[in-house]
């Protein structure tokens, strides 16, 4: 069982609130990903980062932003939440030395703006 | 850029085997990996195969991978009501990139 976990679960918000999308990880993986996903749809890569002070956007555009200051810690945030960010939140991380690269997902964060 | 792609709905009577079917295009793939997603959860990693492998069992399920073809598959035997969900299929070079194909809902009927 993976040791990744995000918070809140599940987060219903008014139009222009500033939030911030929790993703911890207890394995010292250096690898972590941000994923949107719309119910039963396609995961969309939005953020990833290879190590500590290291973050790339994915191939999915966000107006969201991230940080990597710790290895464990991979938080996202908007600025200035809109119903278009209404959407599933999907935090993943990988080991580079693991040998079959696989990567462990958290439970997600349902987000919901109204 | 690289691709995966599964049809996107399966539909199985309960006790029958199932096979999802995955396509992909990264020539350089070093593992493929099958997700099992349940309603409002993270992705939970069913299995995986090096690419040199052409087969990997485990209990119910079976993988089989054509290289050539570029073809994965996952097969479920005697399918039960809980395996109802949404399964992805992914693909990596080297933990370089990681491609996940859209999704297949199996639903199971009783």
């Known amino acids: 069982e993976a040791d990744i976990y995000q918070t809140p679960r599940y987060l219903v918000i008014g139009t222009g609130k500033k939030i911030t999308l929790e993703c911890s990880q207890t394995?010292?993986?250096?690898?972590m990903y941000w994923y949107q996903q719309d119910p039963g749809m396609e995961l969309h890569l939005i953020h990833y980062?290879?190590?500590?002070?290291?973050?790339e956007k994915g191939d999915l555009s966000s107006e969201s932003t991230v940080s990597r200051i710790r290895t464990e810690h991979f938080p996202l945030t908007l600025e200035s939440a809109r119903p278009s960010h209404t959407s599933q939140y999907l935090c993943?991380?990988?080991?580079?030395?693991?040998?079959?690269?696989?990567?462990?997902f958290g439970p997600g964060t349902r987000l919901t703006v109204l | 850029g690289e691709d995966v792609e599964q049809s996107l709905f399966l539909s199985v009577r309960e006790g029958d085997s199932s096979v999802i079917n995955c396509t992909y295009t990264?020539?350089?793939?070093?593992?493929l990996y099958w997700y099992k997603q349940e309603p409002g959860a993270g992705l939970q990693l069913l299995t995986y195969?090096?690419?040199?492998?052409d087969m990997k069992q485990d209990q119910r399920l079976t993988v089989l991978l054509n290289k050539k073809d570029k073809h994965l598959s996952l097969r479920i035997a005697d399918t039960q009501t809980g395996d109802s969900a949404i399964y992805f299929c992914?693909?990596?070079?080297?933990?370089?990139?990681?491609?996940f194909g859209p999704g297949t809902r199996l639903s199971v009927l009783p």
């Open positions: 990264d020539s350089s793939s070093t593992y």
């Open positions: 980062s290879y190590g500590v002070n290291s973050t």
């Open positions: 992914a693909e990596t070079d080297y933990g370089q990139n990681f491609v």
């Open positions: 394995m010292g993986h250096d690898k």
């Open positions: 195969i090096f690419s040199n492998m």
């Open positions: 993943a991380s990988s080991e580079s030395a693991s040998g079959s690269d696989e990567q462990f």
